[in-house]
């Protein structure tokens, strides 16, 4: 359990020294098997950051939470409450007639709920108990009834609550937690949801159960297609590629955890809203650089590092397209790059909003 929470935060950057993460506890196997391998990573890492279990109290019924209490004191923490119960009137508001409570109203509001207690709690970020599995029936999901080919990610920052997710368990099977649960004997809720067993997840997990069985294999080949962007082959591609190449180069966001390995930016902290680019010449990475937003307007770029001339096509590449989607646009260009400035037409000039010297270039259409 410890090896696969420790692979999911080196390749994702999951948990920071100094974090205070607050961990949604529903009482599923799924939750406390999370609060169990987090009271233990921070020895295991050599990390230090705090952890706050929260317990959101959605209505459905007056659950016994003092197994709960019990079982987060032990592990050194105090459980703590959300009162949230109006959540099920909603729902029940929103149920039409013959269908179970909407799952997906549900979750956006559970997720609203627990951002609001990590902001009390003063927390940076939200722990969810989300597995390898999970992630694969999300992926047939989306699919099935989205028509899109998409599954959660281990890590996302949401801007506009300016807390991220993380999920730890991404490379933990479903077995393993239930494993665990068993021989360490959790104190676990029934669910206390009443479209509990009837959702379309419970029929994705039971259509990939009879799949798997027909098809052993398939289990490990579905695992390993989340990280596998070179097995990725779909007409989009090529349509997506001939968009992005520029003078012979091609320009991609930096993806998977195998190209963050070999990047300049693997030891450095991540900045709020940052985006990696890598520049490629005949699929070999050439330059690489990044970009930050702190509003649509404004857009920062450091990290030069590489071939000039392909830093030259990949910047002005990325420059020509966000400046179609926002007008009009600013961009900063970092210091040190005086004749890659000049090339790409920025000005030695005051930023607009802090007065300070900058290499600053406005289109405007």
Known sequence: MLSALRRADTDYSLIDEGDRIAVGLSGGKDSLSLLYALSYYGYFARKNFKVFPVYIDLGFGNSDLQGLKEFAGKLGYQLQIDDSRFVYDVLKSHQKEGKHLPCSICSRMKKAAINSAAHRLKCNKVAFAHHLDDCVETLFMNMVHGGKVATFSPKMYLSGNDITFIRPLFYAREKQLIDLANELHFPILKSPCPANGKTEREKSKLFLFRLYDEFPDAKNNFAGLLNNYKGVDMPFLSLEKEKETYDGYTLSPLLTPEQMRHSGFAHTKAKKNEEIFLVNHIHKK????????????????????????????????????????????????????????????????????????????????
């Open 286 to 365: 050439e330059a690489e650089f990044a970009i930050s937003r702190p509003n649509p307007h404004r857009v920062y770029i450091y990290g030069l590092n590489g071939d000039e001339l392909a830093l030259l096509s990949g910047i002005d590449n990325l420059m020509k397209r966000l400046a179609k989607e926002t007008n009009p646009i600013f961009f900063i260009l970092e210091r040190g790059h005086k004749g890659l400035a000049k090339a790409l037409g920025f000005d030695y000039a005051n930023e607009p909003g802090t007065g300070k010297k900058a290499w600053v270039k406005r289109i405007a259409f």
